[in-house]
């Protein structure tokens, strides 16, 4: 099984400023898909960014990008402009291009502070 | 389009019982997963569909575990004998061709 490791399991940060989330992944393929997934103290997860290992340019969704970096096998998650409703743990995630699995890492609790 | 809905959203029983928890997808996705959490870990993979057929199922999953998927549609998972050890929120997600997932709210279960 593919191995995604989140080593903060909490972050914090300022309203308005900048953060950023780590990820590592483990695998052997060079056809991947990885993901940010979001989810509120609701519970229900949403897709915050996807990125395909393909694709050497990063990936940005208004307010979010990532740090893709192939070879160290680091895929990092900034949030600019940090806001209230951004508070939630975020999960990054990793599908094989081939495999129909995907693969989870343990997640960081991020906090907003006003 | 409602998206993935779930259903109970709690579900409390005793040891032993067995337990049934259905999903909704969103209808034009042909993709189906069930994963399962636990407080403070990442959702973990228990099994997946393609339209109706059950095409790969975690080794971590127990033989008191089934789903289905009839038609394609809806699905359901059942945990027969239910351990306290089963206690966590189940979660169902769906998908476009595999493309990334859509997640209902999941079913939180307490086993007593």
């Known amino acids: 099984a593919q191995t995604v490791t989140q080593s903060q399991p909490e972050m914090s940060v300022q309203e308005a400023e900048t953060v950023t989330l780590s990820c590592t992944y483990d695998?052997?393929?060079?056809?991947?898909?990885l993901f940010w997934y979001k989810q509120p103290p609701s519970r229900q997860m949403i897709l915050v960014i996807r990125?395909?290992?393909?694709?050497?340019q990063n990936a940005t969704e208004n307010r979010f990008s990532v740090n893709f970096q192939k070879a160290a096998k680091s895929f990092s998650l900034k949030i600019s402009d940090s806001q209230l409703g951004d508070a939630a743990m975020y999960f990054c995630?990793?599908?094989?291009?081939?495999?129909?699995?995907?693969?989870f890492g343990t997640g960081t609790s991020l906090t907003v502070i006003p | 389009d409602t998206g993935v809905s779930q259903n109970p959203r709690h579900k409390i029983t005793k040891r032993g019982q067995n337990v049934t928890f259905r999903c909704d997808p969103i209808?034009?996705?042909?993709?189906l997963y069930w994963y399962r959490q636990t407080l403070g870990q990442g959702p973990e993979f228990l099994t997946y569909?393609?339209?109706?057929?059950?095409?790969?199922k975690s080794r971590l999953l127990s033989d008191r575990f089934s789903a289905e998927r009839p038609k394609g549609s809806f699905s359901t998972l059942e945990i027969q004998r239910t351990e306290q050890g089963d206690s966590a929120m189940y979660l169902c997600?769906?998908?476009?061709?595999?493309?990334?997932?859509?997640f209902g709210s999941g079913t939180q279960l307490s086993v007593l």
């Open positions: 997600a769906s998908s476009p061709g595999g493309l990334w997932l859509f």
């Open positions: 695998t052997s393929e060079s056809d991947y898909y």
């Open positions: 569909f393609q339209n109706e057929a059950q095409l790969e």
């Open positions: 995630a990793y599908r094989s291009g081939t495999g129909n699995q995907f693969y």
């Open positions: 209808s034009e996705h042909n993709r």
């Open positions: 990125q395909e290992a393909y694709k050497q």
